[in-house]
């Protein structure tokens, strides 16, 4: 039986190889070489497309652009279409300032980069852009808030202040965050289990025991940066993006803070996602012309908006908070003329009053039924 105990100790050997290679495997060191090409090896991200040369298209020329920031005057705010919030069969979004909408999909209602402060800023009394008009609606006004979304660090589109309220409020939303982001968010008392950090093209399908329909979520490519705090090493060391929507066959964009590079992101979005049904595209902060290395300017958007096929979109990133140059009514007039020029229809591309709920996806009878 020598020969049987030899075979035996020899299977138990090859069995505990194969477990210490797995366990090496699973818990092994990550490779550089291994890293995709937007990681750096210090844990920073970075940009992958090419720089182009920035860009002045429908904008005057730099040296005709006022000196002083942005003069903002209050934006009228829109009142009225609660029943549109109110009924569990429609789709609306609602603009509440800056990069802050209120999409709400049937019964499901989520928050896009939610800044309801008085600034932009890490201190709220005496420094930072100041907002030049009030939140088009409260927070506390808002349909239960089911899922926040957060494009980046920056502080006009992450507010410490907004999702502790929104948490206070609705303690069982979810915050879809870029990577690196959550530790951030956790430092503020969001449970690490209701946090969901995606990288570039990582996707995530989401049900909610209430609701019946299901909600995909893939965190998109975007050229920006990201900084958070004094420090230079704060800068790029958590990733941006946008975030793609997929919802009963419907696909919404939201674009987060973007400048075009060199164009070969949205391409791609393009390629795998148009046509989309709705877009969230930024049109403010553009002039002078060195600020399009990081934000697009109205023609740009009109742009992506061709690019992506996208059959109604949504203006944002303007009006709320002086950070650049541009006079308050640069980003519509440029838009209107943008719009012209790419023969898009009127309707096609809109910019929505504060607090305006706008009702989107009208399902027919016929589609009403045939909707699964
Ligand atoms: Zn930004
Ligand atoms: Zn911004």
Known sequence: ????????????????????????????????????????PDGHFRNTDTLTEPIRDTMEVDSLVPTERTQLRPLPIFRGGEEIWADS????????????????????????????????SPVQFFFGPKRGSPPGRALDSLPNVDLVLISHDHYDH?????????????????????????AILEDWGIPKSQIIELDWWESRIFSWKNLQDKLTLTFVPAHHTSRRGAFKSSRNATLWGGWMLEFEKKKLWFAGDIAMGDGSYY?????????????????????????????????????????????????????????????????????????????????????????????????SNLEQKNAP
């Not at 477990?19 to 090409?37: D, Q």
């Open 89 to 120: 069969s429609a789709s609306s979004v609602t603009w509440i300032g800056h990069s802050t909408y209120c999409i709400k999909l049937k019964k499901l209602s989520i928050l896009a980069n939610p800044i309801f402060s008085e600034r932009a």
């Open 267 to 363: 391409k791609e979005i393009a390629k795998k996602f148009a046509p989309v049904d709705v877009a969230f595209l930024p049109i403010g902060s553009y002039k002078p012309s060195r600020y399009t290395r990081v934000h697009v300017s109205p023609r740009q958007a009109a742009q992506l908006h061709q690019l992506v096929q996208s059959k109604k979109s949504f203006a944002m990133h303007w009006g709320t908070f002086s950070m650049v140059y541009e006079r308050m009514d640069d980003p519509p007039k440029d838009l209107a003329r943008a719009k012209k020029e790419l023969q898009i229809p009127e309707n096609d591309f809109i910019i929505p009053g504060l607090g305006e709920i706008v009702q989107i996806f009208v399902y």
């Open 158 to 182: 992450l507010d410490r202040g907004s999702i502790k309220d929104i948490y206070k409020k609705w303690p069982a939303c979810y915050f879809a965050v870029p990577l690196k982001v959550a």
């Open 1 to 40: 039986m020598l020969w049987l105990q030899k075979f035996l100790l020899f299977l138990l050997l090859i069995l505990m190889s194969g477990i210490l290679s797995c366990a090496e495997k699973s818990a092994g060191e990550v490779s550089l070489e291994n890293l995709p090409l937007h990681h750096l």
